[in-house]
T-cell receptor
């Protein structure tokens, strides 16, 4: 089945810093989503981005489908950005498969 | 409204108990999902309902029994669980399982502890 790899596994930042999270996938995809899981467990949709670039405030994402990777950019990070960021794709059965996540800690 | 609700938020049960988790959405979605998430791991798919019919069972033990009474509701019945079943159980919905260009929306989850 499709493999989804995220890096780095852990990231610690000082408030105000910028960061880039990466998601590599092993096969072509028609659907890729980025989620933020807050410390209470809620998964929040950030981007639906099978290709191209999108921006939403301090967050932006780029997916290069031909090279099988996606990047999530966080600028001017805040303590509320802490949590786990997941990349997820649909496999051949249209079932969602998650990467292992990047655990982000933003320190004040 | 992109809200998926789940009850209860927390549940503690013994290995001989029977309990149920509930999930509800009013977005008109026709696909609903149960995921299990262990600590420090990503969510893993357990069940998918498409148009109120179970379309996938990821070889989940029979002590977990899903039910989809109508297109807005999804239940997960629990019986004779083991301590290793303690996890966060997430419900999600999407417009249609077979449409690739769409988003899944997740509920806040139920934290289950089996003693």
């Amino acid at each position: 089945g499709i493999q989804v790899e995220q890096s780095p596994p852990d990231l610690i930042l000082q408030e105000g810093a910028n960061s880039t999270l990466r998601c590599n996938f092993s096969d072509s995809v028609n659907n890729l989503q980025w989620f933020h899981q807050n410390p209470w467990g809620q998964l929040i949709n950030l981007f639906y981005i099978p290709s191209g670039t999108k921006q939403n405030g301090r967050l932006s994402a780029t997916t290069v489908a031909t090279e099988r990777y996606s990047l999530l950019y966080i600028s001017s990070s805040q303590t509320t950005d802490s949590g786990v960021y997941f990349c997820a794709v649909l496999d051949n059965n249209n079932d969602m498969r998650f990467g292992a996540g990047t655990r982000l800690t933003v320190k004040p | 409204d992109t809200e998926v609700t789940q009850t209860p938020k927390h549940l503690v049960m013994g290995m001989t108990n029977k309990k149920s988790l509930k999930c509800e959405q009013h977005m008109g979605h026709r696909a609903m999902y149960w995921y299990k998430q262990k600590a420090k791991k990503p969510p893993e798919l357990m069940f998918v309902y498409s148009y109120e019919k179970l379309s996938i069972n990821e070889s989940v033990p029979s002590r977990f029994s899903p039910e989809c009474p109508n297109s807005s509701l999804l239940n997960l019945h629990l019986h004779a669980l083991q301590p290793e079943d303690s996890a966060l159980y997430l419900c999600a919905s999407s417009q249609d399982k077979y449409t690739t260009q769409e988003t899944q929306y997740f509920g806040p989850g139920t934290r289950l502890l089996v003693l």
